[in-house]
C-alpha cells in the first residue's frame, strides 16, 4: 500500500499527538487522507461548493471526535464513512435522486464516444478517457472515484465510502473497469499504459 | 491491453490531473484545527430526523426539514433546519434548556449571535455549510454542540 510520508505505520501516534494538541500531526493527516474525503464527495457528483462542504464538514467532525477514534488504523474508514453520511444529507438538502445502489450497476451503459483518430496525444487521449469515465453508471463511477484516490485507499475505507461489503468490491471493480474499457475500445481510446 | 491495475492507475492519475483536491479545501481543512474548543461543555447530537430515516424517503414533505437534538447533563437545544426551495439558504428554529444566554451559531470564524426569547430562537438566510451551536453553561463557561452541516 502506497503511504504518505510513511504515516500509516504511525497513525496512532498522529492521532494521539493531534488529540493532546500537536498542529503538525493534525496537518499531517489531512494530507493522508483528504483526496479521500474528496473523492467520495465527488463520487456522489456533488459540485465544488458541496463537495468542499461535505470535506469541511467531515474534519470538523473528526475534530470533535478525535480523543475518541479507538482503532486508528480504522481511520480511513471513519471519514469515508462520515463523508458518505454527510454527502447523502447534502444530496437529500437538494433533492437530488439518491445515489444508485452499487451494486445496482450497469444498467444503464452510456453511448460511447464518437470514433477518434489512433495518432491522438496521450493528454488528448487522457481527457477522452476522463470523459469516458465520468459517463459510467452512478455505480460503477462511485466505486472507481473513490478507489482512485491518492494514496489507493484500502478496500475496507472503500466499502465504508459505498457502504458495500468488502467482498462486492473486487468484483465489481473488475466488471466496472471491464465496461470501461470496452466503452474506450469502442471509441478507439487506448488505454494501455504510456 | 492494460491489466486492472494498469488502468486503476492510469485513472487515478488522471483524476489527480482533472478532478484533484482544491488547494482552499485543503487549506479549509487544515485551518479548520483553529476551531478547536477545549474549554466547553461538548453537546452531543442525540437524535437526527435525517439519520434516522433511510436516505431514499427524499420525495415527502419532510425532506427538506431536518430535526436535531443535542444535549449536555441536564441541558438541550433542540433544532428544525429547513432549506428554503427558491434561495437554498436555510432557517433554523428550536429551543434551548437547561442554559442561559444568547445562542452563538458558528460559522467557521465568524460568530452569529441570536436572542433567545423564552428560550426559544428563529433565525432565517443562513447559508450553507457547516455550523455549531454554543450557548452559556449556568455552571460556568459555554455549552457547545458537535459541527453539523447545514
Given amino acids: 500500500m502506497e503511504t504518505a510520508g510513511g504515516i500509516d505505520d504511525d497513525l496512532g501516534a498522529r492521532l494521539a499527538a493531534a488529540a493532546a494538541g500537536d498542529r503538525a500531526s493534525w496537518d499531517a493527516l489531512v494530507d493522508r487522507f483528504n483526496s479521500l474525503v474528496w473523492s467520495v464527495a465527488r463520487s456522489f457528483r456533488l459540485p465544488d461548493d458541496d463537495a468542499a ?59 460511447p464516444r464518437p470514433p477518434v483518430d489512433h495518432d491522438l496525444l496521450r493528454g488528448e487521449r487522457d481527457t477522452a478517457l476522463w470523459a469516458l469515465f465520468e459517463r459510467l453508471s452512478d455505480g460503477c463511477r462511485r466505486l472507481l472515484r473513490v478507489m482512485i484516490a491518492t494514496p489507493p485507499p484500502s478496500y475496507a475505507e472503500i466499502a465504508a465510502a459505498l457502504d458495500m461489503p468488502v467482498g462486492s468490491i473486487g468484483p465489481t471493480r473488475a466488471r466496472c473497469l471491464a465496461t470501461l474499457r470496452t466503452l474506450a475500445i469502442d471509441a478507439d481510446l487506448a488505454v494501455d499504459p504510456g | 491491453m492494460s491489466t486492472d491495475d494498469e488502468l486503476e492507475s492510469l485513472l487515478r492519475d488522471l483524476a489527480a490531473q482533472h478532478d484533484a483536491v482544491p488547494e482552499h479545501v485543503t487549506a479549509a481543512a487544515k485551518a479548520s484545527w483553529e476551531l478547536r474548543d477545549l474549554d466547553s461543555r461538548i453537546a452531543t447530537l442525540v437524535a437526527d ?65 441570536v436572542p433567545l426569547v423564552d428560550g426559544q430562537f428563529d433565525v432565517e438566510g443562513l447559508a450553507p455549510g457547516p455550523a455549531r451551536l454554543s450557548v452559556l453553561d449556568p455552571t460556568g463557561g459555554r455549552i457547545v454542540t458537535t459541527w453539523v452541516s447545514l
Avoid: K, N, Y
Fill in chain 1, 53 to 111: 462542504d461535505v470535506v469541511q464538514t467531515t474534519w470538523l467532525r473528526l475534530l470533535d471526535h478525535l480523543d475518541r477514534i479507538e482503532d486508528p488504523q480504522r481511520l480511513g474508514s471513519w471519514l469515508a464513512t462520515t463523508a458518505r453520511r454527510e454527502c447523502l444529507h447534502t444530496l437529500r438538502r437538494t433533492t437530488r435522486e439518491p445515489a444508485l445502489d452499487v451494486l445496482e450497476i450497469m444498467s444503464t451503459v452510456p453511448d
Fill in chain 2, 49 to 113: 430526523s435525517w439519520r434516522d430515516q433511510p436516505a431514499v424517503a427524499t420525495r415527502d414533505s419532510l425532506g427538506t426539514l431536518r430535526m436535531l437534538t443535542f444535549t449536555s447533563d441536564g441541558a438541550s437545544i433542540e433544532v428544525d433546519v429547513e432549506t428554503d426551495s427558491i434561495t437554498g439558504t436555510r432557517r433554523m428554529r428550536g429551543f434551548v434548556t437547561g442554559a442561559d444566554g444568547d445562542l452563538v451559531i458558528e460559522r467557521g470564524r465568524t460568530r452569529i449571535t
